[in-house]
């Protein structure tokens, strides 16, 4: 008996249904869609991060340079407390100017409320309703005059480098207490020690018969909040330049608002720079800065915003 020969059924080959590929594509959207939400959350943090690290920074920057400006406000190569003894050779350096610090040195600092009557931001479109200040000093390159002869020739100074023609610069005896503002004539090299400084003018008055003991390169600066011309604040710094010529100059991005308020001997309260009288800023010992720094942030987030106050123990102050 012949048996049939039997072979087994062919393999049958199946596809997927559309509700497999639905649901597969649907899975594999799920499983996307949280990557990328994963992904933007780390990037917003770490963009978030970054907005925090540079606000921190723009505010230890503006804070440190503020801080070091006023707690120099009228020093000197002397010691001299402001308004004992130190003048303007006005010729050279007027009451009127900025960076002079005033007769006797009475303006080395001084505050302005709201920046009201600030003379310093040259073209600089200032914030309105933020505070500004000037501080003024003298220890700048602080040298040792060898020889002098005054009223109007040259001094030698233990120094190579350092001064140029026109800088502002302030001249002081120790041994009477006397110093004074004026601007440097010809400034030349005499040897690898020593300069010659000339006067640009005559020194004049209580001082014309001043034989200096010491020479510091004045520096003024003037601290305020302005427009920085790309959409926002910035903390400005103005200057003394060439021949006292003022300039000013971006410090720090991102500063909206300064506020700061003094304390007199023998009160514990800070008040603002309009509550100061005009006598008794030599007298002021200490200062309180608070900042404002404001973020912007792409829309729809709203701009990040941080305060951060400092306060500031002033040196060279009347006792």
């Known amino acids: 008996m012949i048996r049939p020969i039997t072979r087994p059924a062919p393999f049958i080959q ?18 996307v869609g949280g990557i990328l939400g994963i992904f933007v959350a780390n990037s917003e943090t770490s963009r978030h991060m970054g907005d925090l690290s540079r606000i921190q920074e723009n505010a230890r920057v503006a804070i440190q340079l503020i801080s070091r400006s006023m707690r120099e406000a009228g020093g000197n190569p002397c010691g001299i407390p402001p308004g004992s003894g130190l003048i303007l050779n006005t010729g050279d350096a007027p009451i009127s100017a900025w960076w002079s610090g005033g007769k006797d040195f009475t303006s080395a600092l001084i505050g302005y409320t709201g920046g009201a009557g600030f003379p310093a931001n040259g073209s600089v479109a200032m914030t309105p309703n933020s505070d500004a200040v000037i501080a003024v000093s003298a220890n700048t390159s602080a040298m040792t005059v060898i020889d002098d002869t005054p009223p109007n020739g040259a001094m030698t100074i233990s120094a190579n480098k350092g001064l140029a023609d026109g800088d502002i610069l302030f001249a002081c005896n120790k041994n009477i207490g006397r110093g004074v503002v004026f601007q440097a004539g010809a400034v030349s090299v005499v040897d690898e020690d020593t300069l010659s400084v000339n006067r640009a003018s005559p020194f004049v008055g209580e001082v014309a018969n001043m034989k200096a003991s010491a020479l510091g390169k004045i520096n003024a600066e003037g601290w305020f909040v302005g427009d920085n011309g790309r959409g926002g604040t910035s903390l400005f710094r103005a200057f003394t330049g060439s021949y ?20 007199l001997p023998n009160t514990n309260l800070y008040v603002p720079a309009n509550q100061i009288p005009a006598g008794s800023w030599t007298s002021v010992t200490a200062a309180y800065i608070d900042l404002t720094i404001t973020r912007a942030q792409n829309p ?19 006792e």
């Not at 199946?14 to 499983?31: A, D, N, P, Q, Y």
């Not at 000013?248 to 506020?259: L, N, T």
């Not at 729809?300 to 009347?318: D, E, F, Q, W």
């Open 300 to 318: 729809p987030a709203s701009p990040i915003t941080r305060t951060v106050g400092l306060t500031i123990k002033l040196r060279n102050r009347h």
């Open 14 to 31: 199946r596809g997927l249904t559309l509700i497999e590929i639905m649901i597969s594509m649907t899975l594999g959207l799920i499983v």
């Open 244 to 263: 006292g010529q003022p300039g000013q100059e971006e410090i720090a991005p991102d500063v909206s608002a300064m506020r700061i308020t003094y304390l």
